[in-house]
């Protein structure tokens, strides 16, 4: 089966219909955790069988659950696995009647399966919790549901549900179900899930004010910047529509090469805006980790997370882990190159856009560059361009003195769109400092020498 994860497109939701979807869902299984229990005890039940318990009826306007149940789409198990992976978090007392006593041993129903989860007070129900609802001592249903919670299956394919397989060898259905957090957030604020920078996911969104037109590149860059945006728009289509599926990994890899200050990150941020994607920038140096395994499992839940919330992934300075593989002569080495090749599978099969960004093409392993769709060379920017950046840098309500030839300042000197940003905020620090409303010609120029300098240049 295939694992790419299903896109559900973000509508920004009016949260009433998602909560009404929702009740109904919750109002249903409730419904078969009753049911589930009355018939392993023997009690007076309305049904023989919790298969007869129809969910109820959904439709696309009903909200995010309702798009991600009806997109997957999901059957009748998986939807209650589903639906009950979703208990605690909205209406945990619904759990309740599995911390009922077994009065033949005086302790809970081991059948029930369910953990007491850290700073939840209630019942955590497990994937034994749900093979009891859908198949109570019936071993060939319960292999039923196992095969429904493997890797491959919907459920976690899709990223709708984690399921941690670090856990002792206790089995999976001992495993607590987890709601994938992407999908946590669309279903409970209707909002895209945005974690936060920490040590567990060395990630931060980029975001800019800036909008495409202000894009500043060469006419051939930014065409192969339009390619990225293209694949975007339409990917959908090619790989669906068009059956290139069959014949073509999805996702789009590209490598963004070229001086510092020439527009990578920037332009990465407005391919997010553009095309209403979120996008992240990993920080490589919380990322490698000294422990070995550790860069494998920092990085699998930047992918994951990634994954499912149609994210761009944005690799800066990636060359200080993404170059060249060195020759093994020691364990240091052996796990270096064992991340690096991780690495290139993770990139190879993220089903979104990829973007590693490097100061040198060089310095980039020759392994990666089967794996990319583009690599897109960012120059320095040319006179025209540099005039350009200049005037948009120096707004209307910057008044520049009347020497101030913005012209020959593009023309004389050979600087970047970081680095006319960085004058800007210098020579017009020195107007403020002055109590001065007019930025000098002398402002600027002293400003074009730091940047200078800075490279080990002389004006």
């Given at each position: 089966?295939?694992?790419?994860p299903?896109?559900?497109?973000?509508?920004?939701?009016?949260?009433p219909?998602n909560?009404?979807?929702?009740?109904?869902?919750l109002?249903?299984?409730a419904?078969?955790?009753?049911?589930?229990?009355?018939?392993?005890?023997g009690q007076?039940?309305?049904?023989?069988?919790v298969?007869?318990?129809?969910?109820?009826?959904?439709?696309?306007d009903?909200?995010?659950?309702?798009?991600a149940?009806?997109?997957?789409?999901?059957?009748?198990?998986?939807?209650?696995?589903?639906?009950?992976?979703?208990?605690?978090?909205?209406?945990?007392?619904?759990?309740?009647?599995?911390?009922?006593?077994?009065?033949?041993?005086?302790?809970?129903?081991?059948?029930?399966?369910?953990?007491?989860?850290?700073?939840?007070g209630g019942f955590?129900?497990?994937?034994?919790?749900?093979?009891?609802?859908?198949?109570?001592?019936?071993l060939?249903?319960r292999?039923?549901?196992?095969?429904?919670?493997?890797?491959?299956?919907?459920l976690?394919?899709?990223?709708?549900?984690?399921?941690?397989d670090?856990?002792?060898?206790?089995?999976?259905?001992?495993?607590?179900?987890?709601?994938?957090?992407?999908?946590?957030a669309?279903?409970?604020t209707g909002?895209?899930?945005?974690?936060a920078f920490?040590?567990?996911?060395?990630?931060?969104?980029l975001t800019?004010?800036?909008?495409?037109?202000?894009?500043?590149?060469?006419a051939?860059?930014?065409?192969?910047?339009?390619?990225?945006?293209?694949?975007?728009?339409h990917?959908?289509?090619?790989?669906?529509d068009?059956?290139l599926?069959?014949?073509?990994?999805?996702?789009?890899?590209?490598?963004?090469?070229?001086?510092?200050?020439?527009?990578?990150?920037?332009?990465?941020?407005?391919?997010?805006k553009?095309t209403?994607m979120d996008v992240?920038?990993?920080?490589?140096?919380?990322?490698?980790?000294?422990?070995?395994?550790?860069?494998?499992?920092?990085l699998?839940?930047?992918?994951?997370?990634?994954?499912?919330?149609?994210w761009?992934?944005f690799?800066?300075?990636a060359d200080?882990?993404f170059?060249?593989?060195?020759?093994?002569?020691?364990?240091?080495?052996?796990?270096?190159?064992?991340e690096?090749?991780?690495?290139?599978?993770r990139?190879?099969d993220?089903p979104?856009?990829v973007i590693?960004?490097?100061?040198?093409k060089?310095?980039?392993?020759?392994?990666?560059?089967?794996?990319?769709?583009?690599?897109?060379?960012?120059?320095?920017?040319?006179?025209q361009?540099?005039?350009?950046?200049?005037?948009d840098?120096?707004?209307?309500?910057?008044?520049?003195?009347?020497?101030?030839?913005?012209?020959?300042?593009?023309?004389?000197?050979e600087?970047?769109?970081?680095a006319?940003i960085?004058?800007?905020?210098?020579?017009?620090?020195m107007?403020v400092?002055?109590?001065?409303?007019?930025?000098?010609?002398?402002d600027?120029t002293?400003?074009?020498?730091?940047?200078?300098?800075?490279e080990?240049?002389?004006?």
């Amino acid at each position: 089966m295939n694992d790419t994860p299903i896109p559900i497109p973000f509508v920004s939701e009016v949260l009433p219909q998602n909560a009404a979807a929702l009740e109904r869902e919750l109002v249903w299984i409730a419904t078969l955790i009753d049911a589930s229990i009355r018939l392993h005890l023997g009690q007076e039940c309305v049904v023989q069988d919790v298969g007869e318990l129809a969910p109820p009826a959904l439709d696309a306007d009903g909200g995010a659950y309702a798009r991600a149940v009806l997109a997957h789409p999901l059957n009748f198990e998986e939807r209650a696995i589903l639906a009950l992976a979703l208990v605690p978090h909205l209406r945990p007392h619904l759990l309740d009647p599995f911390l009922a006593l077994n009065p033949n041993i005086e302790r809970g129903f081991t059948e029930f399966g369910g953990v007491l989860a850290s700073g939840h007070g209630g019942f955590w129900p497990t994937v034994e919790t749900a093979s009891f609802i859908l198949a109570g001592e019936d071993l060939e249903r319960r292999f039923g549901v196992q095969a429904l919670l493997d890797p491959d299956a919907v459920l976690r394919a899709g990223r709708l549900l984690q399921l941690d397989d670090t856990l002792p060898a206790q089995g999976i259905f001992s495993t607590p179900l987890a709601l994938g957090k992407e999908y946590l957030a669309r279903f409970t604020t209707g909002d895209r899930l945005k974690p936060a920078f920490s040590s567990v996911f060395p990630a931060r969104r980029l975001t800019t004010r800036l909008e495409w037109a202000d894009l500043v590149l060469p006419a051939a860059t930014l065409d192969e910047v339009e390619e990225i945006r293209a694949w975007i728009d339409h990917e959908h289509t090619l790989m669906h529509d068009w059956g290139l599926g069959r014949r073509i990994k999805p996702g789009f890899r590209s490598l963004f090469y070229g001086p510092p200050g020439t527009g990578k990150t920037l332009t990465a941020s407005l391919l997010g805006k553009a095309t209403g994607m979120d996008v992240y920038r990993v920080d490589l140096s919380l990322v490698v980790s000294k422990w070995v395994g550790e860069t494998e499992k920092n990085l699998a839940n930047v992918f994951d997370q990634a994954d499912a919330g149609g994210w761009i992934l944005f690799f800066d300075e990636a060359d200080a882990l993404f170059g060249k593989r060195t020759q093994t002569s020691n364990s240091s080495d052996r796990n270096g190159n064992q991340e690096v090749s991780y690495l290139l599978q993770r990139i190879e099969d993220c089903p979104g856009v990829v973007i590693l960004a490097s100061n040198l093409k060089g310095n980039m392993d020759d392994a990666f560059a089967r794996r990319f769709q583009s690599m897109i060379y960012f120059p320095m920017p040319g006179p025209q361009e540099r005039l350009r950046l200049w005037r948009d840098a120096f707004s209307d309500r910057s008044r520049l003195d009347p020497s101030i030839d913005l012209a020959r300042l593009a023309e004389q000197y050979e600087v970047t769109g970081g680095a006319i940003i960085n004058v800007l905020r210098y020579s017009a620090l020195m107007a403020v400092r002055r109590s001065a409303s007019v930025i000098q010609l002398t402002d600027v120029t002293e400003g074009i020498r730091r940047e200078f300098r800075k490279e080990g240049k002389v004006v």
